[in-house]
Structure formats: C-alpha cells, structure tokens
C-alpha cells in the first residue's frame, strides 16, 4: 500500500471565504500516483471547515446567510468564548460545517457524483491556515 501526505496553505482576505481546493486535491492525487484507495481532506484548524458541495454563487451567499443565522459573528459579547478571542462563531460555523471529507479513488480520479465539489471554508481568516490531504492506497 503506498501513503501520501501533503498541507495547504491558505491564507484568506476575508474572514469568512469558500474556496474550491478540488483542483489542489487532484494535483494531490495526480502527484501520489495512487490508483485506487481513498483521500481524506481535513481542516487543520477548529474555526475552519472542508465539506463538498456545489461550486454556485447562489449557494454560497446562502451558506453564508444560513451560518450568519445559526451563530451570527456579532455582537462578539453574546458568547463565552469571547473572552480573549471573538471568533466563537467561527468554532460554530466550523462544527456545522464539518471537519474533513473522504472521496473514494477509482481508476486515477476522484469518484464523485454529479457538481461534487470540494471546498475549504474559512470562518475566522485573514492569517495562515493549513489543511491536509492524505491519500491511502495502491
Ligand atoms: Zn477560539
């Protein structure tokens, strides 16, 4: 079985950003030269997310409004964990969102169904964050 492991660097001009990584996990996989297995893709940090789903501006103006609503970032003061940081909003949003994905490998390729997408999610941003993909298989 070969292993591959690789970190992303994102550093985001907004706090909060969706970025489409499926062309940086498939360089990924490309560079593994793994052929069938599984990659996992997993946010480094407990304010960011990765989660699939369809790359349409629409949507993401929702996810934003959707995540605004559950665990809106101000008034900084409304959470406990306020009390040296003001990103507790972004550890909500992070958790709602997910952590990490898992995409079956299948002859070379991702082996997704149809608009799958991959995607960081970026809640408390503007500073350098990592995520990581490791590929197991053969
Ligand atoms: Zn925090």
Redesign the pocket.
Known sequence: MKSYRKELWFNTTQRRQLINITGDVKKCLTESGIKEGLILVNAMH??ASVFINDDESGLHKDFEKWLEGLAPEKPHSQYN?NTY?D??D??LKRTIMGREVVVAITDGKLDFGPWEQIFYGEF?GKRKKRLLVKIIGE
């Open positions: 407990i304010t964990h940081e990103n507790a972004a550890h408390d």
